[in-house]
């Protein structure tokens, strides 16, 4: 029978425990596919690019890399970066590389709480309760402006200077991401997030945007907060969050904090978003290539799978990344962990519990 929905996927597992998160997030995919009976198809195109490839080619990705992909509906990201590269060279050469060449202007990053995992919020749950992050994926500090000097007046003398840039256009659109998010979510509020006492040029026409574009959602409440404000206060009152909009770096850190504070890096998802669509998105976890634990077969794979499900979603298959939320949720609750979050199951077994719940949610549906 032929497929009624085929989706072509270009899948970069990249370093570290990449490949063993991806196998998990493939495995998943598998089974949407298995309970679509024949309606949903994946194609999956594998491409060996990370570090290894840098040491062996001189190069992280392919020179038509770009050109390569273009024709995907989504790219699946493993995790880049390897003690064998230096970080800000693997990470420019693939994963940036990608998101600013694709416009992936939106980073959308949940901050998610599962049920059986222990939060790290000392005496206090918020099991079911969720935030997500909006990270300004297309400039800010992460423009890459900038450079190195004068290393030749002698050692200890060289000078480097790294710019931010803020366009009017940039913050615009990823506030009105942030706001018409907020607008389908259950208590309609947006928090802007900047350093605007200290970087008085780009984060104070950031706080103008903000301010301005806040007049076209009226039914939307809105704050303002100093980023070092706001790291206390995702410790403090995470329930007061729940859209989180801020520039690259900050939501960076912010989203890594969010993440830790679920119970590990490992259970967080995100999606690099070309909004316009003329462009394929880049679905990944947070979590990057943790050396520390590669090859073991210890990595959680929720962050992955999570991702999955966010990829799912934005291919118009609602449906079915709600059911692999669901079977996260199921096999977390039956205490199907990995050791990040107290438990001793390995990566495999884990996403095969999740494999395993879809299986069934199929059958009871
Ligand atoms: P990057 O800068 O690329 O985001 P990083 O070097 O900041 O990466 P990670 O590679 O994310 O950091 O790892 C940080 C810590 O979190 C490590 O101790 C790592 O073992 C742990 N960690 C990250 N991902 C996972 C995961 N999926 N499962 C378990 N532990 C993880």
Redesign the pocket.
């Known amino acids: 029978m032929n497929a009624k929905k085929t989706f072509k996927l270009a899948v970069i597992p990249g370093d570290?425990?990449g490949s063993e998160?991806i196998d998990a997030g493939m495995k998943v995919l598998k089974q949407v596919e298995v309970n679509s009976q024949g309606e949903i198809k994946f194609e999956s195109v594998y491409f060996p690019w990370g570090c290894d490839y840098y040491l062996e080619n001189g190069k992280m990705m392919a020179d038509d890399g770009l050109d390569q992909l273009k024709s995907f509906d989504a790219i699946y990201f493993g995790?880049?970066?390897y003690s064998n590269v230096p970080d800000h060279v693997s990470l420019w050469g693939l994963r940036l590389n990608i998101c600013q060449n694709f416009d992936q202007w939106a980073n959308i990053r949940p901050v998610r709480f599962y049920k059986g995992i222990p939060g790290k919020l000392a005496n206090r749950s918020i099991e079911d309760h969720d935030w997500v992050l909006i990270r300004e994926n297309s400039e800010g500090e992460y423009a890459g402006l900038g450079g190195r000097n004068l290393s030749g007046r002698g050692l200890g003398k060289e000078v480097a200077i790294q710019s931010a840039l803020f366009t009017e256009e940039g913050c615009e659109r990823i506030i009105r991401y942030a706001f018409d998010l907020a607008r389908t979510r259950k208590r309609k509020r947006v928090t802007s997030v900047t350093k605007s006492n200290a970087q008085q040029y780009g984060m104070v026409l950031w706080d103008e945007v903000f301010a301005r574009v806040s007049k076209d959602y009226p039914d939307v409440e809105t704050n303002q907060w100093l980023v070092d404000a706001m790291a206390a206060q995702f410790i403090l009152h995470p329930e007061e969050l729940e859209v989180v909009v801020a520039s690259n770096l900050i939501a960076d850190i912010l989203s890594d904090l969010g993440s830790a504070l679920t119970g590990?890096?490992?259970l967080a998802p995100s999606a690099n978003i070309n909004p316009e669509r003329r462009f394929p998105s880049m679905f990944e976890?947070v979590?990057?290539?943790?050396p520390?634990?590669a090859g073991q077969g210890i990595?959680?794979p929720i962050?992955a799978i999570g991702s999955a499900a966010m990829m799912l979603e934005h291919l118009g298959l609602k449906e079915e990344s709600n059911d692999v939320m669901r079977a996260i949720e199921e096999a977390t609750s039956k205490g199907f962990l990995?050791r990040?979050v107290g438990g001793t199951n390995s990566t495999i077994e884990v996403a095969e519990a999740i494999v395993e719940n879809l299986s069934k949610n199929k059958v009871e549906n």
């Not at 979590?287 to 943790?290: D, L, P, R, V």
């Open positions: 570290g425990i998160v995790a880049v970066g590990s890096l490992g976890s979590h990057g290539s943790a520390d634990i990595a959680n962050g990995t990040d």
